[in-house]
């Protein structure tokens, strides 16, 4: 009865695991991989618009022993790339099929009689692509040793936690290691495709063979070489992937399928697909918070500069830019500073009762997180009619975007001199103060 019931739960649990998984709209994958996955003709293909991601200049075949005493069996051509990953006997355990003009990848793994494939973006931007292995400073050692029967010179890397890493340079096939300094690190949480930005060292160069010891933070220690190089156009190996599970996991789709109602101006920020069914149901109705309309209509942009004195008294100027659009019942207002607080995005809607935002911190490897939520909570409290301090007029008077403004001062520490119109001039901060969130107006306290 236990094993019953131990039964059903499995089971149970791997229809919720397989329920979660985001169908692939074949007509995005290119016609390839639509076979692949199929084993039939491709559907019309929706091409990308975007340029590929590179052109691969080694077309061919190369084999690399991995670290794990594995092989690694690699064929390319200019845009399409296959790595296989072989244990002992013929058929490969794992498979990365890589479009680099449609910047998609398919990790394939077999089990039974099938195949489980997952779709996934081969590079994002500001994902966090690293080397596993890297080094701070590279010397040669004056040794010589023979690799693949290549007189090859051998370096030694040190890094910042004096790991150390040694290298046998090459100069055979240059094309090939030009082409794998380009996309070998996007691979970098891929398994043990990982250590091959090892042969294509930005500081050692490229190398037919590397060996590391263990690092203080970071994998054990280990080596990886080639074995063989055939340049010349070959067929693609062929290997049976039917029948499959294939799961979406491109990030278009991922983000798509747990964005809820958003009115069609605010989507578009997000990408061209159309509304997921699944969140749209569970998205609660817009409802009236009695925001009145923003009176400023139009758009600013405005700049905050900030002078720094380095330890050699060299100045830098750093600058904060708002940029900010508003009708009678949107709005949407960005910061762009990288030298601080980094990208910030706010986007409302009063009539949709919802509000987007993303603060991306510009100088981290975190993919930034997008946020979207009703008007339920927004307001900055403690706005008040604005500042509230005596001020004294001057003589002093300027032209500031045509209006004539006199300098007013005070005796605040920060906030001394204010350039104030002599006739009244909307400000679009007033409108901000009812539908900003109080976390994102911190950000934005200028």
Known sequence: ???????????????????????????????????????????????????????????????????????????????????????????????????????????????????????????????????????????????????????????????????????????????????????????????????????????????????????????????????SITPGKQAMPAWDLMPNRTAERRFAWINNSGTGRLPAWMRSYLGGLPPDSLPLAYTPAPIDRGIPDNVFIGTLTAETPTTYIGAHKDTTIRLAKYSYWADARRAVLQLEDPDDEGYLFYAVDLDADVVMASHNEGHSYVIPKLAIASLEEVGLKEFGDGLDMPMTATEHTRKLLGHTCTLYTTNERFLSHFWIPEKEVLNPVFDMRRWMVQRMGQKMKD
């Open 1 to 227: 009865m236990r094993s019953l019931l131990l039964l059903i739960i499995l089971c149970t649990a791997s229809s919720l695991v397989a329920q979660g998984d985001a169908s692939v709209e074949l007509n995005t994958l290119p016609p390839w991989m639509q076979t692949l996955v199929t084993g039939k003709k491709a559907a019309k293909y929706t091409k990308p618009s975007a340029k590929p991601l590179h052109t691969n200049a080694f077309i061919g075949t190369w084999t690399v022993q991995l670290p794990s005493k594995r092989r690694l069996e690699y064929w390319g051509d200019a845009h399409r790339m296959l790595f296989q990953e072989f244990a002992d006997g013929p058929t490969p355990k794992r498979a990365t099929y890589v479009d680099l003009a449609a910047n998609v990848r398919m990790n394939v793994s077999w089990y039974g009689q099938g195949a489980a494939i997952v779709v996934e973006d081969l590079y994002i931007p500001q994902a966090g692509y690293f080397r596993e292995i890297w080094n701070d400073t590279v010397v040669a050692t004056g040794r010589t040793d023979t690799v693949m029967g290549q007189r090859c010179k051998e370096v030694q890397g040190i890094d910042g936690n004096n790991d150390s890493s040694t290298y046998w340079q090459t100069d055979v096939e240059p094309a090939l290691f030009a082409d794998m300094g380009v996309w070998a690190s996007w691979l970098c949480r891929e398994g043990e495709l990982k250590f091959l930005s090892a042969l294509s060292s930005t500081k050692a160069g490229p190398a037919l063979r590397a060996d590391w010891t263990k690092r203080t933070y970071g994998p054990e220690a280990g080596s990886i070489l080639f074995t």
